[in-house]
Structure formats: structure tokens, C-alpha cells
């Protein structure tokens, strides 16, 4: 989370606490209060993506139709859009209450709650148009709470050190959603149907609202290009749309485009098979139950020990070795998804893939939020970290669109298994640009360093 200057990133630095001192700080309220914000980030995300192509598989929708969805979640890879306005202004009334932070969170908070309840309300059955729209209300809303959740957790934390226990803290709690929206809502939705899980989803959002409440607003780490002149004239247009962007290449100059290039590519094997993921379970004949049951317990194990294991890598190996690792086992778990469409294949390994997928997703998750969270600066808080997370989000989720398409042109040739498998081996090698790109910048970063010892 360091500030701009002319040095090199401050990555550089990695600060090795002692375990005394990361259980007392666990126990302090901002990190409390950033778990839960982390769920409040994560409940919606699924629900809009990945969990909603299960029920539309369960009502008949085609791949193709459930691939082009997906492109509801494009509005996390816009939200850069709108980043500055949250970066500049108070949210309407709830701003003076709360302050600019806070009002915005609970703003968003609840128009995520009343989009989930119209989807839970209308349901596929009145037609994907409809069911559509309040997706893309609780997407909208969703992108609009990470941008001031995410400025929150960099503004809010004290030193470095701090910042990588709130990063770690907000990756548990969004984990801890993805599980609920991932896992647990496929065993309410077998036993109760999918409208009444999605009304239940909605009301879990009162734990971020009562985060929010309970969070105090950061003081204002702000300068006078930030805060000098107001939104509306010529000037503070500027500062505020424009003036984040020219301060973060003025930061890290000609490897400003090489940073934004590979955090873009480092996901994509993630979002392309997203998509697919669920459809895939429901037409191998695996049961929600059994889905719900396996991502309840390997899934989460390996999810936390990816979490842990990526938290201690950027500590102590720093954040380029821990990005490359997470770049070769993030392609590898996504193409080990091909074995479960081969004959005869044993039950126990759907519960090994789908630990290796969490492991690996949860540990690249840990090291690329932090490095993410490094390359901002105060200030222009909200909106570089909307740049760099709209970056790394924006080709994944406009590629994920044509999942469906792609394994139903697949299914003439290969047959539905056959394409399934192609996808998702497909899928994982197009990781392989990210994995060039961090060893490029590594190796930028060791020359920059030995310039400045």
C-alpha cells in the first residue's frame, strides 16, 4: 500500500512478524471488522456468476446462454467507471451520516440485499431477461461496494505489516462467502429450492452492513491534488478521473503498462472455466449434496491452507516468487478438471481436484491482492486499486462469455465429455503469458533494486 515516489514499488519490502504479534493483532477491531466486510465483498459474487449458471443448468438453459450471462460480472471490470466519483464525493445523505467510506459501503450494501431479493422473487421462470436485469443490479452494486471496501482496507491500515494482516483478513472472510454462495447454498437449494436460498443470501448481507457500522472512517490520507478543487470544475475532473492514472506511471514509469498487462492475464484461467465449472458437475450426475459436501470440507481445508501458505510466501519470499508460483499451479489446477471427464474415473479424485483448484485459487488470490494493494497510492486510493483490479478482472470475465459457446461447438466433434475435457485443458494453457510476464517484472524489479542499494 505504499505511496508514490520516484523508488522502486514498495513490494520490496517484506515484513516478517513474529506469531505473538500476528494473534494480537488478529484481535483487534479493524481486523475483525474486515473479515466481515470481506464476506459482505464476497456473498454477491457467485450469485451472479458461477452459482447462478447451477440453477440455470437446473431449469434447462443452455451453455451457451449461461456463458453469455456471465457477462453480467463485467461490471467488476468496469467499476473504474465510477471510482472516482466514490474516490471524491459523499454518498447522498448516508455520506454526512457515516462519512465517505462508510456511506458508500452501506449504500451498496443494500442495493446488493434488494437485488438478490428480486432474483430470489422472479426466479429463470419469468424468462432470462428479467433475472438478468437484477443480476446486473447486484453485480453493479457488488463492484461498487469492493471499490470502497478495498480503499477501507488500504486506508485503514497502519503500516505494511498491518496491511498484509487486513488483506489476509478480508481474503478469510470473502472465502468464508464464497463457501456459503459455493457450498452451502447447494445443499439449502436440493432441500428448499433456489428462491428461498437466494432470499437467505440476502438477508447475510447485514453482516457487512453491521461491519459498517461498527468500522471507523479512515482518516482522510489525502493531498492537495486529491482534494484541491472541486468535482465538478475542469480542474478537479481532472485530478480526480485522470490524475490517478498519470500519478501511477509517473510511480513505476515504463513498467507501469508490463504491471497492468500481467495482473490482466494472471486469472484468466479461473474466469474462462468458471462458467463451466457448475454445469460440468450437474452433467457428470454429481448431486448438489455431494458438490456442497466436497467444497464443505477438503474444499475449504485446502481454501484456508492456500490462504495461509500464500500469506506466509509473500512474507517471507516476497511478492514476485509467491505470483509466479501461484501463475504455474493456478494453469495446473484448471486443466486437472479434464481427468473428470475421462471414463472410469475413481470418486475420490473429484475431491483432490477440487482441493488442488482451492488451494491454488486462494493462494494466487492472497499474493496478487497484496501485490495489488502495494502499488497504490494515497489519495487516489479508490481509484488506482479500481484500475488495477478492472485490469485484472476485465478479459477473464469478457473471455468467460464465450465458455458455453466454446464446449457446445466442441460437443459436435468430441462429444460433451470430450469437449468438457478440451475446455478445461484449453483453459488452463492460457495462463501461460501471465507466468512470462512476472518473471520479466521480477527480474526489472532485482535490476531496480541493485540500482538503488
Not at 508460483?325 to 475431491?351: E, N, T
Amino acid at each position: 500500500m505504499s505511496q508514490p515516489d520516484d523508488t522502486p514499488p514498495p513490494q520490496a519490502a517484506k515484513p516478517r512478524p513474529r506469531a505473538q504479534q500476528v494473534l494480537t493483532a488478529i484481535r483487534r477491531p479493524k481486523v475483525a471488522v474486515m473479515l466481515a466486510l470481506g464476506f459482505s465483498s464476497g456473498l454477491p459474487f457467485l450469485l451472479t456468476g458461477n452459482t447462478l449458471g447451477y440453477w440455470l443448468r437446473d431449469e434447462g438453459t443452455s451453455l451457451k446462454a449461461i456463458g453469455f450471462l456471465s457477462w453480467v460480472g463485467l461490471a467488476y471490470s468496469l467499476k473504474l467507471l465510477w471510482a472516482p466519483m466514490m474516490d471524491r464525493l459523499d454518498a447522498p445523505i448516508l455520506g454526512r451520516w457515516l462519512g465517505r467510506r462508510r456511506g458508500w459501503m452501506v449504500l451498496a450494501q443494500v442495493l446488493v440485499g434488494l437485488g438478490l431479493l428480486g432474483m430470489a422473487a422472479i426466479g429463470p421462470g419469468a424468462g432470462l431477461t428479467p433475472i438478468g436485469i437484477f443480476a446486473v443490479i447486484v453485480a453493479f452494486a457488488s463492484a461498487s461496494q469492493d471499490v470502497v471496501v478495498d480503499a477501507w482496507r488500504i486506508e485503514a491500515a497502519a503500516t505494511s505489516e498491518e496491511l498484509g494482516l487486513l488483506s489476509s483478513a478480508y481474503q478469510l472472510g470473502y472465502r468464508a462467502a464464497l463457501l456459503v454462495t459455493d457450498a452451502l447454498i447447494l445443499a439449502v437449494a436440493a432441500r428448499l429450492g433456489w428462491s428461498l436460498s437466494y432470499g437467505m443470501a440476502a438477508a447475510c448481507m447485514a453482516v457487512g452492513l453491521l461491519a459498517t457500522l461498527k468500522a471507523q472512517e479512515p482518516l482522510r490520507m489525502t493531498d492537495t491534488r486529491a482534494e484541491g478543487a472541486p468535482l465538478w470544475t475542469p480542474r478537479g475532473f481532472f485530478d480526480a478521473v485522470v490524475g490517478p492514472f498519470i500519478d501511477f506511471f509517473r510511480t513505476h514509469r515504463e513498467l507501469g503498462v508490463l504491471m497492468l498487462a500481467a495482473v490482466a492475464l494472471y486469472r484468466i484461467p479461473d474466469f474462462v472455466m468458471g462458467p463451466m465449472a457448475n454445469p460440468f458437475y450437474h452433467d457428470l450426475g454429481i448431486t448438489k449434496d455431494m458438490v456442497a459436501a466436497v467444497r464443505g470440507s477438503v474444499g475449504l481445508i485446502a481454501a484456508l491452507a492456500g490462504i495461509t501458505v500464500g500469506g506466509i510466501s509473500a512474507v517471507r519470499l516476497g511478492f514476485f516468487p509467491t505470483l509466479i508460483i501461484g501463475a504455474i499451479l493456478q494453469p495446473l489446477a484448471v486443466a486437472s478438471f479434464a481427468l473428470l471427464s475421462l471414463p472410469g474415473v475413481h470418486p475420490g479424485l473429484f475431491g483432490a481436484i477440487m482441493a488442488a483448484d482451492n488451494f491454488a485459487m486462494s493462494y494466487a488470490g492472497v499474493a496478487l491482492v497484496a501485490y495489488m494493494s502495494s502499488l497504490t497510492g494515497l489519495g487516489y486510493t479508490a481509484t488506482q486499486y479500481a484500475l488495477l483490479s478492472s485490469t485484472y478482472a476485465l478479459l477473464g470475465k469478457f473471455l468467460k462469455g464465450f465458455s458455453g459457446a466454446v464446449v457446445e461447438s466442441l460437443t459436435l466433434s468430441h462429444g460433451l465429455m470430450g469437449a468438457y475435457g478440451l475446455f478445461f485443458v484449453g483453459a488452463g494453457l492460457i495462463g501461460a503469458p501471465a507466468l512470462v510476464m512476472f518473471l520479466i517484472l521480477a527480474r526489472a524489479h532485482a535490476r531496480l533494486e541493485a540500482r538503488s542499494a
